[in-house]
Structure formats: C-alpha cells, structure tokens
C-alpha cells in the first residue's frame, strides 16, 4: 500500500506478467488520472465477472479512477455483487463477514494513521444495500456518530441481486421481485437524511452515467475524510438481471431514475467546506474575495 510496492524489485522487471508491467509504467499509480482520459492508461480495474451492462461495474470503475491517491488506498467490502469487482482491482481488498465492513475500515483506519502519521492512507467501503442498509444497519451508523474518518459507499441497486432478488430495505415501496411477489409493503429507507444526523461531513447522490459527477464526488467525499470526518456516498446502480432492464438501456435506465427520484444533491459541512478550499484549492467553496484574486491573476 504504497508507491514502492508497485514499482518492480531490481532485475525482476523482465519476469514480470505484460499485465503488470503495463499497470507499472502505464497506470495510474503516483500519477494524476481522470475519467476525461479513459483509455490512455492502464486502468486498477479493467476486468470482471459481473453481468454485461451491470451499472454497478461501472460506477465502481469510474469510483476507483476517481481515488485521489490509489496507490495509498485500500477497499473493504462484503457478500453482494459488488465485491466480484472490487476484488479485482490492483489495489487491496478486504472482504469482511456479511455487515461488518464499516467496523473493518474502522480498525483499518485507525491502525494506517497511527503507523503512518500525516501520510494519508485512504480507506473505502463500497457494499450493496443489503449489506449496508440491512445486516450491516448497525455497523454503519455507528461508524458515523464516532465520526470514523473514512468513506462510505452504498452500491444501491435497490435488491438483493447475489441472492436471487429479495426484497432489501432499499427497494422501493410496491416493488415486485422474484422473491417478493407481493410486493414491498414499507418505503425506501432514507439513508441519507440519517447520514446527515450522525455527523457525516460529506453526504451525495450520483449515479453513474453521468462520469465527471462521479469523479468529483468520490474524489471530495475521500478528501473530506482523510481529516474533517466520515464521508457517504449513496449511489444508484440498477440491477438490471432482478429488475429486467435491457443491456442497451442500462444507461437509459439511470437517467430515469436519476429525474425521477435520485437527483443529484450534496451536503456538506462548514469545516469540510473550508478544508477542500484552504488545503485543495476547491474554487466552488472558495470565498469571493479569495475567489475575485484568482480571477484577477
């Protein structure tokens, strides 16, 4: 988990895999990528076992360019359909038992910056629904209200899509499935608004056909909590095997749900505010004064 581990040892290089020589001198690794550049690097996460047009597998290759710093960055996951993914990222991975991945990233978090001070060490959770919203309810919100300085992702496909398509907190009221056939009975649980309760200094919505949203969304939410506190970010990304979405219309998909019910929104705090301006330079949260002087130079 850093710089040195992804550079070769000396006179190994020419018994090297071509894939990993190309990670080494073509990816991202000490390097300043974008999604605005895909397809001129060697990307962490380039294949997979996830359904075609899976928009989770998108959304979490657009997150994973997205890390401010991958070589210092490690994922925690869980059962669900995301991992399948994550998993095959060169960058580690910890696959915590089903619910229990916000108390993992909460040690992890803890043990990198007591070994390794003012460097930062990023850690990113990225579950589905049910292991969030559901079995792992707990374990979540109480990562929060003790401000773990880490973030959180819910890969929300609004269905349990590993397990044959039950019904999760995160299904929409009415919603019929394979294994709900009468529907869903309560509403959409708001995770957001409980975020926002338990202290989270970065709260967003996105979903994943909208790339530049996505980058600057991870990158401020991975920011926010190297210092100023825990950070969530709740994305949509259809199952489109349990909700019988055409590969072709995945996108399409997206883009519906996004104007009918996941519109983009952002909360942020006042002190994560002022650190991405003071310590990023972020010119949306500058002040105008400060602002007015760039512009001037």
């Not at 090297?16 to 690097?41: L, W």
């Not at 792992?136 to 919100?141: A, E, N, P, R, V």
């Not at 401020?220 to 019988?244: D, F, H, M």
Request: proline share 5%; net charge neutral; with cysteine.
């Amino acid at each position: 988990m850093s710089l040195d581990y992804v550079k070769f040892s000396p006179g190994f290089e020419g018994f090297m895999p071509k894939e990993y020589r190309d990670m080494v001198e073509h990816g991202p690794f000490g390097k300043k990528t974008s999604v605005s550049q895909m397809g001129s690097f060697k990307e962490i996460l380039e294949e997979h076992p996830m359904c075609a047009g899976c928009a989770m597998t998108l959304f979490i290759r657009l997150a994973i360019i997205a890390f401010p710093n991958p070589e210092d960055t490690i994922t925690v996951g869980t059962a669900g359909c995301g991992r399948l993914a994550i998993s095959q990222a060169a960058i580690p991975f910890v696959y915590g038992n089903y619910g229990d991945q916000n108390g993992v990233a909460s040690g992890l978090s803890r043990g990198l910056r007591l070994r390794f001070g003012d460097q930062p060490k990023d850690v990113v959770v990225m579950v589905g629904d049910g292991g969030m919203a559901d079995i792992g309810f707990s374990g979540t919100l109480h990562s929060w209200f003790r401000k773990e300085k880490f973030t959180t992702i819910m890969l929300d496909n609004e269905v349990y899509g590993n397990t044959g398509g039950q019904e999760s907190g995160m299904t929409n009221q009415g919603a019929v499935l394979k294994m709900a056939p009468l529907g869903k009975k309560f509403e959409k649980m708001d995770m957001l608004s409980m975020a926002k309760l338990a202290g989270c200094a970065y709260v967003a919505t996105v979903v994943p056909n909208n790339p530049r949203r996505v980058e600057n969304v991870i990158r401020k939410a991975v920011l926010i909590a190297r210092e100023v506190g825990p950070t969530y970010i709740q994305a949509y990304t259809s199952c489109n095997i349990e909700y019988a979405i055409p590969t072709d219309k995945v996108l399409e998909d997206c883009k519906t749900v996004e104007d009918d019910r996941y519109k983009f929104s952002e909360h942020i705090t006042e002190d994560a505010r002022d650190y991405l301006a003071d310590r990023y330079g972020y010119k949306e949260f500058m002040p105008k004064p400060a602002m007015a002087a760039i512009s001037k130079a």
